[in-house]
């Protein structure tokens, strides 16, 4: 079992950022590759970004368009989000997710899901 907690969600203007954070236990992060995921009130959850277990590779929807970044530190158990330029329409509960193996861009390949952390964004 992989137990994950985000954290880092708030209010920000459009054009500012924000940094979540995923904090694992119960399991190596090192052994699992981990994605954000989103979901805005009345719409699926979406792909927002990827991270593979060991080189690192990253993978990002297109409408990231060069604005957020992922990255992890195994050391620590911890997947970071950090988000810039952020618009109105980025605003959604923001989810962290982990599973073994290779990474996918879809929600049903991950066994492990954090609570969420809501984003929103005013214009």
């Known amino acids: 079992q992989v137990q994950l907690v985000e954290s880092g969600g708030g209010l920000v203007q459009a054009g500012g950022s924000l940094t979540l954070s995923c904090v694992a236990s119960?399991?190596?992060?090192?052994?699992?590759?981990m994605a954000w995921f989103r979901q805005a009130p009345g719409k699926e959850r979406e792909f927002v970004t990827a991270?593979?277990?060991?080189?690192?590779?990253?993978y990002y929807a297109d409408f990231v368009q060069g604005r957020f970044t992922i990255s992890r530190d195994n050391t620590k158990n911890t997947v970071f989000l950090q988000m810039n330029s952020l618009k109105p329409e980025d605003t959604a509960v923001y989810y962290c997710?982990?599973?073994?193996?290779?990474?996918?861009?879809?929600?049903?390949?991950?066994?492990?899901w954090g609570q969420g952390t809501q984003v929103s964004v005013s214009s």
């Open positions: 997710a982990a599973r073994p193996g290779l990474g996918s861009m879809k929600v049903s390949m991950y066994d492990y």
């Open positions: 119960g399991r190596t992060l090192s052994n699992y590759s």
């Open positions: 991270i593979s277990r060991n080189r690192g590779n990253t």
